[in-house]
């Protein structure tokens, strides 16, 4: 709920801004809930069969629970930023990944 949350409100701002209106109260208003807001979070996806590419410091693997995605699809993701080979956990610009 909270990234949906997010992502109204920045267009709320963008269409307002757009419109001629960069400091009306409803634009301030509305940084002012980002700012309590805080960042989005990362959604968490699963991938399976992946493999990591030190060269361009991504992932492939077929990823699941992403809807953006069918189940099983092969993805690249964005640049990894952190590679927990313990825990098997993949942080990337955009996402969160369980490894499986």
Request: charged residues 25%.
């Amino acid at each position: 709920m909270k990234n949906e949350t997010i992502i109204v409100l920045r267009r709320c701002i963008a269409a307002l801004t757009a419109n001629g209106a960069p400091n009306c109260e409803a634009v301030k208003e509305a940084r002012g809930l980002l700012a309590k807001l805080g960042p989005m979070e990362k959604p968490v996806y699963r991938l399976e069969f992946w493999s990591y590419s030190s060269v361009a410091h991504s992932i492939t693997g077929n990823v699941y629970d992403n809807p953006k995605f069918k189940n099983g699809s092969i993805v690249y993701t964005s640049k990894v930023l952190k590679l927990d080979l313990e825990n098997k956990v993949a942080e990337t610009e955009n996402s969160i990944y369980k490894l499986s």
